[in-house]
C-alpha cells in the first residue's frame, strides 16, 4: 500500500485530490497529522493560492527526508517545470492531469521513477527550455535523486544490496527499486555498468 499525502493550499482541490487518490485500492490516504509515519509520496498542489514557490516549497521539508513528490503546477512552460524538478520534484503535471495520470504519477514516484508531460520532457532531454527560448538547461542533478546517487556510490564501493541497506538504514527491497529505477535512468543493464555510467556523466565519485 502506497501512503499519499495531499498538500494544497485549497480546501476543495485537497478535496478533490483525496478523492483521486481513495478510489486506487493500492493507495491510502496519509493523515499529514500522523508523524511517525512518514508517507510514501507527497503530491503537493501549486496553483495560484500557493503564497511561495515550488523550490521553496520543496525546501521545507525536513533534512534527510527524501520523500518523492508530485507537483501540479497551472503552466509548465518557463521555467516553473523545470525549477520543480531541479528542486527534488519526482514527478510534474498540469494541475488539469486526468486523474489516471495522477494516480500513476504517484506509483511511478513510489517505484523511484520519474514522470513528466512529453513537452517538458523533450525540452528536458534536448536542453533547451520548455517554452523554446533555447536556454540551456543543465539536467545532470535531475537524472538521479540524492538516494538513489548514495546507492550507486556504496553500490561503486563494492557493496551488496543486503550491505546497502544497512547502511543507508533502508529495507533491501527498497535497495532494489532504487537499483532499477538507476539502471533505467542510465541506461545500464547490469551493476558494473550502472557505476562506470555513473562516474562518467560526473554523478558519482569513487
Avoid at 527550455?129 to 564501493?157: F, H, K
Amino acid at each position: 500500500m502506497i501512503r499519499v499525502l495531499i498538500v494544497s493550499p485549497s480546501s476543495g482541490t485537497r478535496r478533490a485530490l483525496e478523492r483521486v487518490v481513495a478510489r486506487d485500492p493500492g493507495l491510502a490516504l496519509h493523515a499529514g497529522s500522523d508523524t511517525a509515519v512518514l508517507p510514501d509520496v507527497i503530491v503537493l498542489d501549486a496553483g495560484p493560492e500557493s503564497h511561495l514557490p515550488v523550490p521553496m516549497l520543496l525546501e521545507q521539508r525536513p533534512s534527510g527526508n527524501t520523500t518523492p513528490f508530485v507537483v501540479l503546477l497551472d503552466e509548465l512552460d518557463g521555467a516553473a517545470g523545470a525549477g520543480a524538478l531541479r528542486a527534488g520534484a519526482r514527478a510534474v503535471l498540469p494541475r488539469s492531469a486526468a486523474p489516471e495520470e495522477i494516480r500513476a504519477a504517484v506509483r511511478a514516484a513510489a517505484a523511484g521513477l520519474a514522470s513528466l508531460p512529453a513537452a517538458l520532457a523533450g525540452a528536458l532531454l534536448d536542453g533547451t527550455s520548455p517554452d523554446g527560448a533555447g536556454a540551456l538547461v543543465d539536467t545532470r542533478d535531475q537524472i538521479l535523486t540524492p538516494r538513489e546517487r548514495q546507492v550507486l556510490t556504496l553500490l561503486g564501493e563494492g557493496l551488496l544490496n543486503k550491505e546497502i541497506a544497512v547502511q543507508l538504514g533502508i529495507s533491501e527491497h527498497t535497495v532494489k527499486t532504487h537499483l532499477a529505477a538507476i539502471y533505467e535512468k542510465l541506461d545500464a543493464s547490469n551493476r558494473a555498468e550502472a557505476v562506470a555510467r555513473g562516474l562518467r556523466r560526473g554523478l558519482i565519485m569513487l
